[in-house]
């Protein structure tokens, strides 16, 4: 009888399983080529910044703070990608949020009102979150985008 059950529920169980969406995510490989892309961005702008990457949930993936970058860049960092993880959205629009007047939006989770971090999505999924911080604003977010730019082109 439970060869039978054992017969029976091993290949249904298999039919299940395949049914099952595979989830994207970000592995070391593509980490690093964000962060060789956004080091190379930086240099080229000749600024010193901290690099942040984050997966879906804003667990640190990788972090490296520029030699000249203030201590403060760690933390803006972290949560420049984890807003953009969280919400989908460049952390941009976040600052926007407040200057529209928004200020309930600074009790959001993990919600972060400076330029800096950008998503990560890849075919209309969120793996993460780029950051950096050190620089302009804007400067910043272009670092970041450069490190996104380098895993859409792979």
Same mark, same amino acid.
């Given at each position: 009888?439970?060869?039978?059950? +054992?017969?029976?529920?091993?290949?249904?169980?298999?039919?299940?399983?395949?049914? =099952?969406?595979?989830?994207?995510?970000?592995?070391?490989?593509?980490? $690093? +080529?964000? +962060?060789?892309?956004?080091?190379? $961005?930086?240099?080229?702008?000749?600024?010193? +910044? @901290?690099?942040?990457?984050?997966?879906?949930? #804003?667990?640190?993936?990788?972090?490296?703070?520029?030699? @000249?970058?203030?201590?403060? @860049?760690?933390?803006?960092?972290? /949560? /420049?990608?984890?807003?953009?993880?969280?919400? #989908? *959205?460049?952390?941009?629009?976040?600052?926007? @949020?407040?200057? $529209? #007047?928004?200020?309930?939006?600074?009790?959001?989770?993990?919600?972060?009102?400076?330029?800096? !971090?950008?998503?990560?999505?890849?075919?209309?999924?969120?793996? #993460?979150?780029?950051?950096?911080? !050190?620089? *302009?604003?804007?400067?910043?977010?272009?670092?970041?985008?450069?490190? =996104?730019?380098?895993?859409?082109?792979?």
């Amino acid at each position: 009888m439970k060869r039978f059950l +054992v017969a029976i529920l091993v290949p249904a169980m298999a039919a299940f399983a395949s049914d =099952l969406p595979s989830k994207k995510y970000l592995d070391l490989a593509n980490v $690093k +080529v964000m +962060v060789a892309a956004a080091e190379a $961005k930086a240099r080229e702008l000749n600024v010193s +910044v @901290t690099i942040c990457v984050v997966d879906e949930s #804003g667990n640190l993936l990788f972090l490296e703070k520029g030699e @000249t970058a203030s201590l403060s @860049t760690i933390q803006f960092a972290q /949560k /420049k990608a984890r807003h953009a993880a969280f919400y #989908g *959205k460049p952390s941009r629009d976040g600052a926007e @949020t407040i200057k $529209k #007047g928004s200020m309930e939006a600074l009790a959001f989770p993990e919600f972060f009102p400076n330029q800096g !971090g950008v998503p990560i999505k890849v075919d209309g999924q969120i793996l #993460g979150g780029i950051s950096a911080s !050190g620089a *302009k604003s804007e400067i910043d977010e272009a670092i970041a985008q450069s490190g =996104l730019d380098a895993l859409l082109k792979k």
